[in-house]
Each structure stands twice: as structure tokens, then as C-alpha cells.
């Protein structure tokens, strides 16, 4: 039995899997709408694409070194549990496996690429996941860093991950630590630069703009003349550096140095040259829409 591209579209609507699956059900199925479902339905597809449409904002962040390549990625779910579900952490993990080998470009080359030594690819094995979960999960971003020295560290079970990269030719214990130090100063405080220096001047300007604004309005200011308030504003955006740069944020651990003295410290303890390249810090569902349970409708569905 033949078909067309509104069978296609139909099967599309039906069971919301992608349409190069619905094509591939329906050759399968010689045209039959029904055998196509039951096809979709076996492979996984059906049911996984359609828990896809489900809020997924929960799950867990997660980083780590994986043969001396330093790997960070989120992968979420739709319920904060999920993250201690001992099938979802093997995933995550696994995933952050693949990123280290394969080195994939982007979200799709991640998704087709083979999932450890499965012989599946790492989006069939996230729909088995799916199944036997029960929640709709999908990879949302990761980073990976194969050069110098990457350190990763995890904050609690998943809220957040960072992964830091150094460049220095030591790999000593207290470089580590240094690495672990400046990574928990990075999930506590998240700076949004690393270096005064790596601030745009985009975002200067804006920031020196909404601040001139709010002084020009403050009674106190009212009598100063421009170059005194603008002289005021400046040595302000030159304080806010310390709140949005990690190296010039007060250490965490020891507020009488920045981050950046602290580094140089330890550099010298250990006589070696140690400099901070990068950070990345992932938060679990940072920026997306939130599931919100509705108890009462839920009930009247179970019930109904």
C-alpha cells in the first residue's frame, strides 16, 4: 500500500514523532496508519516523543575529567527526584563520556553519535530512558575543554557543576586544590566575566548609562556638575567589577585577597606559574519555564 505526504503529516500529528520516523513507520507498515502507530509505539518513539512535549526544567548538571578531558553538560527531566534516580545518573554520566571521546560539534552530532559500547545511538538510548523513567529527559548544553589542566566540581547532586580550566605545568595537589577552590567560588558567587579585561565595552557603556541615569534622579546629586556625578558612577562600575569578574571578587575562603592574589599565592608555594583560562558553570533549569503541578486537576484525572 502506497502513501502520501499527508499520511505522513497525519502519523505526524497522531503520535508527534519527527517525520523521517513517521516516513520510516509507513514503509515499513506498507501505508497502514495503524501498523505505522504500533511500529513507532515498538521502537520507542511514540511514547518518548510524546512525554517530549512535557516540561522538562529539573534533572541535574554534572562535570568531570574523563582521560584528562575536562567535560560539563545539563541534562534535564521533568521532576527534581529524577536526579537520584540511579538509571538517569548512569546517563548523564555516560553522556558526559561520549562528549570526551567523540568530541561531537554540536547537539545533533552528540545525539546520532554511538553511546559508549551500547551499539545504539546516545537519542535511541535517551528514549529507552524515557520508557523506563517515565519522564520526558533530553540533553540541553554541554562544554568540553581538552587542553591544560581542567578541574570539575559538583554542587549538590546536581543544582549546579562548574569546570575550570588552568593553565599551568603542575598538576600538584595543591594546584588541584586550587582548581576545586576556585570552581566552589564560582558556584557560590557567579561571577559573569572572568578578567575586568574580558568585559565588553557594549556593556560598559549600558551599565554607565542605567547608572548616570539613577544618580542624575538622586536629590543628593542635584547640585554636582556632570563630571563629578560621571567621576562617581566610574569608581561604582570599577566596584561592580569585583561582584561580576572572579579574579577580582574577594576570595570566598579568605576575603583579604581577590581570587586573583589567591592564585598567584599558590603559584608561588608551589613555584610554578598558574593562571585560571576559563570557567563554565551550568545551573540545573537556569532560565527555563518551570513545571507547575496543578494537584486538584491532577486528582480529577485520576478520578474522572
Known amino acids: 500500500m502506497s502513501f502520501t505526504a499527508a499520511d505522513v503529516k497525519n502519523l505526524r500529528e497522531m503520535t508527534g514523532v519527527g517525520m523521517m520516523d513517521c516516513k520510516k ?4 507498515s506498507d501505508g497502514n496508519m495503524d501498523k ?4 513507532l ?3 520507542g ?8 512535549g512535557r516540561i522538562a526544567a529539573e534533572g541535574m548538571a554534572y562535570a568531570a575529567v574523563v582521560n584528562g578531558v575536562g567535560v560539563i553538560v545539563e541534562v534535564n527531566a521533568e521532576s527534581d527526584f529524577v536526579a537520584k534516580n540511579e538509571l538517569f545518573v548512569d546517563y548523564v554520566k555516560g553522556v558526559a563520556e561520549v562528549i570526551a571521546k567523540v568530541n561531537p560539534a554540536d547537539m545533533d552530532a552528540l545525539m546520532a553519535s554511538k553511546y559508549l559500547d551500547t551499539g545504539k545511538t546516545v537519542q535511541e538510548v535517551q528514549n529507552e530512558k524515557v520508557l523506563v523513567i517515565g519522564e520526558n529527559i533530553h540533553v ?3 562544554a568540553r575543554i581538552d587542553t591544560g589542566l581542567c578541574v570539575p566540581y559538583v554542587h549538590m547532586g546536581g543544582k549546579i557543576a562548574v569546570l575550570v580550566n ?10 588541584v586544590e586550587l582548581g576545586k577552590d576556585v570552581a566552589m567560588q564560582i558556584a557560590a558567587m557567579n561571577p559573569q566575566f572572568l578578567d575586568k579585561s574580558n568585559v565588553d565595552n557594549a556593556f560598559i557603556a549600558k551599565e554607565k548609562e542605567i547608572r548616570l541615569a539613577q544618580a542624575k534622579q538622586d536629590p543628593k546629586n542635584a547640585k554636582k556638575p556632570d563630571q563629578i556625578i560621571e567621576k562617581i558612577v566610574m569608581g561604582g562600575i570599577e566596584k561592580y567589577y569585583k561582584e561580576i569578574c572572579l579574579l577580582q571578587q574577594d576570595f570566598v575562603k579568605d576575603s583579604e585577597v581577590d581570587v586573583a592574589g589567591y592564585v598567584a599565592r599558590v603559584a608561588k608555594e608551589v613555584g610554578t ?3 585560571v583560562k576559563s570557567f563554565v558553570r551550568y545551573e540545573k533549569g537556569e532560565g527555563l519555564e518551570k513545571r507547575q503541578d496543578d494537584l486538584a486537576a491532577e486528582v480529577a484525572k485520576m478520578i474522572g
Open 25 to 28: 513507520a509507513l514503509t515499513e
Open 36 to 39: 505505522a502507530v504500533e511500529w
Open 41 to 43: 509505539r515498538e521502537k
Open 45 to 52: 518513539l511514540a511514547a518518548a516523543q510524546k512525554k517530549a
Open 140 to 142: 540541553r548544553r554541554f
Open 166 to 175: 588552568l593553565e599551568t605545568a603542575s598538576a600538584d595537589e595543591k594546584v
Open 273 to 275: 606559574s598558574i593562571a
